[in-house]
């Protein structure tokens, strides 16, 4: 018998022995009594802790903030529907029959998030909104828009959103990637991105 069917045979006993018994899940309070009374300040303050930026609108119009932040700044690519190209932004429009290595001369990636989580500063990103899985990682930086009413107090609240049970992908980012050595030298980007921005926009329809 090869070691392959040998593996199986032993799950396969595994699971044929196993009780049949389906024990209640505990129920795990959601600690929503230590919540921010404001949930926009609370995430954007732990973002900042955790390495990532708060990309200001100054009181203009968000999609036109961030189109002046991309503006000049190499090749870019968008996964969501408010940034487009025309004849001054030169855009690439990443689609979901694209070879997940074609995004690796990215400059900036522009994403939505699911949603936030206030308590860790953390963004969620599917496969919806990532459209390929690559372009939360391959681009040099990238920027990532938020729906402000879209933001949960903490993780045991983010855990018992649908997207992470509906969906082939889910992830939790939370700002740039890092690496430090024992000499405590910190590098960005060195397994993702090097800089990672928040744009609050609402989500239109």
Known sequence: MSSTDSRAAIFAAIRANRPKIQPPLPDVPLFDEKAPSDLVTAFSEMLVKMGGKV?????????????????????????????????????????P????????????GVVR?????????SLCLTDDELIVNTSGYLPQHLIV????????????????????R???????QTGPSATADIEGVLIHGAQGVRSLRVLFCPKQG
Do not use: W
Request: hydrophobic share 45%.
């Open 55 to 95: 990309l200001d609108s100054q009181g203009q119009d968000p999609i036109s903030a961030l189109r002046a932040a991309v503006a000049d700044k190499g090749i870019i690519a968008t996964c969501v529907p408010e940034l487009h190209g025309d004849a001054s932004l030169q855009i690439r429009q990443i689609l």
């Open 97 to 108: 029959d694209m070879d997940p290595h074609s995004l690796a001369d990215v400059e900036i």
């Open 113 to 121: 998030a699911a949603f936030g989580v206030a308590e860790t500063g």
């Open 145 to 164: 828009l938020l729906d402000p009413s879209q933001i949960v107090a903490n993780l045991h609240n983010a855990y018992r959103r649908p997207e992470l």
């Open 166 to 172: 509906e969906h082939k992908y889910a992830v939790f």
